[in-house]
C-alpha cells in the first residue's frame, strides 16, 4: 500500500515556466488537498477537493490550478513560476473528512524557483 | 474562523527529560485538534487527536497531549525524550467550515540533546 505518492521530488524552474507537480493516493480517499511549506510560517492550504470533479481555492491560490479528473490523482499546475513559489509542496488525502479523520501525507516536493 | 498557534519556534530538551511543545486554539465551536511530526525531508506524520471525552489524549511513539478547555490549549507531552524524537511537530485544527479542511499551526522544532 503506497499510499500517498509525489513526484517529482525535486524541482528546479526558470521564472515563467510552467509545471506539474503529481499526486496519487491509492486509499480511495475522497478529500484531497495541496499545501505549501514555508519556513516559519507552517503549512498553507492552496486547494482543495472533495471528490472527482469537485475543486475550491484554499488560503493561497493564486498562481496555481487544479483539476480531479479521477479519485485515485490531485494535480497542481503552476502557470508561470515565480521565486514566490519557491517551497516544500505536499500533497495529503484523508476520508470525506468529518471533523475527526487525520489526513495523510506525501513526502513533498521540494521546488525552486529561478 | 478556526487557528492554532505554536508560541515556540524552537524547544530544547535534553534526552530522558520530559518535554512540551505548546499549542493554543481559537475555533467558533467544538475543537477537533490534531498534533503531526515531520522528520527531516519527510512528509508529515499523524501523532494524536481530540475530538471529545478524555483531556489526556495518547498517541503513537509515547506521545500524550492534554487538552485543556478554559485555557484553550493542547499541549504535546512526553515523560521521557529520545534522541529520535527530535523533528518538527505541527499542532492542527478542523474547520468548522463546508469542507472540514485542516489547518495548522507555525510548527515547533524539538530538539533532544544526548
Given amino acids: 500500500n503506497a499510499g500517498v505518492t509525489q513526484t517529482p521530488k525535486f524541482q528546479v524552474l526558470k521564472t515563467g515556466q510552467s509545471m506539474t507537480l503529481q499526486c496519487a493516493q491509492d486509499m480511495n480517499h475522497e478529500y484531497m488537498s495541496w499545501y505549501r511549506q514555508d519556513p516559519g510560517m507552517g503549512l498553507r492550504l492552496i486547494h482543495y477537493s472533495v471528490g472527482a470533479g469537485i475543486t475550491d481555492q484554499g488560503e493561497v491560490p493564486n498562481g496555481y490550478n487544479v483539476s480531479r479528473s479521477t479519485t485515485e490523482d490531485f494535480p497542481l499546475r503552476l502557470l508561470s513560476a515565480a521565486p514566490s513559489q519557491t517551497s516544500v509542496y505536499f500533497c495529503a488525502s484523508s476520508y470525506t473528512p468529518g471533523l475527526n479523520t487525520e489526513a495523510f501525507f506525501g513526502q513533498g516536493t521540494r521546488l525552486t524557483v529561478v | ?114
Avoid: M
Avoid at chain 2, 65 to 94: G, I, W
Fill in chain 2, 1 to 114: 474562523a478556526q487557528s492554532v498557534a505554536q508560541p515556540e519556534d524552537q524547544v530544547n530538551v535534553a534526552e530522558g527529560n520530559p518535554l512540551t511543545v505548546k499549542c493554543t486554539y481559537s475555533v467558533s465551536g467544538n475543537p477537533y485538534l490534531f498534533w503531526y511530526v515531520q522528520y527531516p525531508n519527510r512528509g508529515l506524520q499523524f501523532l494524536l487527536k481530540y475530538i471529545t471525552g478524555d483531556n489526556l489524549v495518547k498517541g503513537s511513539y509515547g506521545f500524550e497531549a492534554e487538552f485543556n478547555k478554559s485555557q484553550t490549549s493542547f499541549h504535546l507531552k512526553k515523560p521521557s525524550a529520545l534522541v529520535s524524537d527530535s523533528a518538527l511537530y505541527f499542532c492542527a485544527v478542523r474547520d468548522w467550515g463546508g469542507a472540514n479542511n485542516l489547518f495548522f499551526g507555525t510548527g515547533t522544532r524539538l530538539t533532544v540533546i544526548p
